[in-house]
């Protein structure tokens, strides 16, 4: 008796001193390096720019193996975090089983759905920003052939190769794009003389723009691109900056502003699917002083004209997620 | 040289190793700027201080005792099988498919069919490897190796392309019917009216395991088979003298070797996930070597050793989520050194401690 209430009594005065008033964000990487010049680390610094901005706190995990993933949620729910934020369509499964458990707590989970009452899924329409830049590539390309590197062959970077060919088709009926995928096993991702290797093998095939989503393995890719004086598409971030004048512009995908958001929303975060577009700014593709004279008028006004008309409606690209195919190659 | 007294084979030089190696990562904790003792702490607090603890160590453990056993049957033939990670990717698969291939009524018909499409599908990877070695001399250590690369790009092929369920972008399989899932600890303490917490995803593979432990050492020590294995580590020329040949021991060898590690996926695929993922192994048929070494290829010794790198796993976790100055790669650091000190650097220990035995015995 007397130690149950010893035992009371020091929790009320931990939580008293240690739990805080406003309960501190968390931040969940997936499995893989946190520098991992993608998603992980567009995480990161849509945290940091957080931290630095209101002077607040995070607690970041990464992960050692697949069962952590599931202990990592509940342990930051567990020690009053909020919101937990989790980057990787891999949490899916983990998440859906934990967020019951913690009815108070806010999740958020980026690139895949989680339908709770407590979790907010963030997810992007790549195929969309892809569409856009194989416009502006088609419309570029002189010898009407272009080429796309994945990182991993999955189904996401399908998606991006997808809306890729569709874009470019859109501008040029008979391209050709030719397509390769680095690998099969993550380290697709960090493998930039793979990138180079495919890159060249590309250009050998005559195609004078080259995309990559294939995270640290494209800086390979976007280097050869430079190195043989042909054009290079960057990815996630923008890369335009990376070899300036042979960087046609680069697929942006704000990882870091939906992790930022989050945390500036805090505890109380709306919940719900917030897909995230050309519409919602979450998307897009980079314009700046480094590749301003490589898109000419006519692919600038192009692309306008199809972000547009993809935020109205009036153009839908395909998502190869749904059908698990895709209607062009 | 003189060889050790038993006992100081098997516990005062591993403890020593391991006492030298927690002392090192010591001082790079106070490198970093925290306490040292503060850090242990907290390691063995989170990995066996407390039931939830305990689940997830012992959970760990379970992995490393499968692929332990795998590595060191092979050791005993004098085969150094560094494949238990993609034996173990392809067992996945294997129970993965006996799982999802029927509505399983319940768990006790769910397990020795799943146990059997692990074992078999590991022992499958193991077999082409295996016959290379036996018919052609190709090396296991270069052959085996490959086949974990030929494994993970299988897997992803599949999971990708054939296995995933439809409209799913995460690279997994659908989850297994509810009758193939494996009873907890949670529930099997429960039914004995014992509380151990719902989270863990410790399982009755461990059970499992340790039966495998016993069968490991029935088999070495024990059977006519395991005489010829372990003549043929020994001595190859001496065993093929003897009359054993040594393609039939090298096959069976392997073939067990890969079983086992097969097994692995029983607690991670069909105990913990429920599904087959990705990314289900993640390093444990690696540890596995460590943990054979360590554990001296004895059954027990690999227990132990198992139970001790579950506790820098679990530990580890705990530290990098409590203490914001260790992250994820200082605690790989620390696994690392204990692996260096206890596997590679063991002679660092063994020969100070026999001469130091040598000279006790001179004195008296």
Redesign the interface.
Known sequence: MNKTIIRLASMIGWMACAGPVFPDPALIYD?GQ?YDKSFNESAFNGAERWRTETGGSF??????????R???I??AAE?GDSPVVMVG??F??ALATVAPDYPDTRFVII??VVEMDNVRSVVFKEHEGSYLVGLIAGMTTESGVIGFVGG?????IRRFACGYVQGAKAARENITVIQNMT????SAWSDPVKGAELALAQIGAGADVVYHAAGATGIGVLKTAADSGILGIGVDLNQNHLYPGSVLTSMIKRVDLAVETAFADGAQLETGIFPLGLAEDGIGYALDEHNAALIGAGARAAAETARKQIISGEIAVHDY??S?SCPVQ | MTSLPRWADTALVPLFSLALSLMVAGLMVLWIGENPFHALGIMLKGAVGTAYGWG?TL??ATNFIFTGLAVAVAIHAGLFNIGAEGQATVGGLGAALVCLSLEWPHWSLALPAAVCGAALFGAAWAAVPAYLQARHGSHIVITTIMFN?IA??LL??LL?NVL?A??Q????TA?FPPGAHLPTAHEILGWMGIGFPK?P?LNISLLLALAGCMLVWVLIWRTRLGYEIRTFGFNESAAIYAGISPFRIVMTTLLISGGLAGLMAIN?VMG??E?L????V???GFVGIAVALMGRSHPVGILLASVLFGIL?QG??EL??HM?AI??DM??FIQALVILFVGALDNMVRFPAERLLAFIARTR
């Not at chain 2, 972008?169 to 997994?172: F, H, M, P, R, V």
């Not at chain 2, 993922?277 to 289900?280: Q, S």
Request: glycine letters at 6%.
């Open positions: 499995l946190k607690r970041e995990v990464q992960l050692q193996s697949e069962a952590q599931e202990q990592a509940r342990r020690a369509f891999s899916g499964t690139d895949m991993m062959d999955v189904p996401l690998g099969t096993d993550p997620i749904q698990d | 997830y959970y760990y690369i993970s790009a992803v092929y990708v995933r439809p409209g972008i995460a690279l997994e989850s989270s995803p991670t913990e996930a599904r993922l990705n990314n289900a993640q390093g444990a796993y580890g976790a990098e989520f914001p992250d994820r605690v790989i």
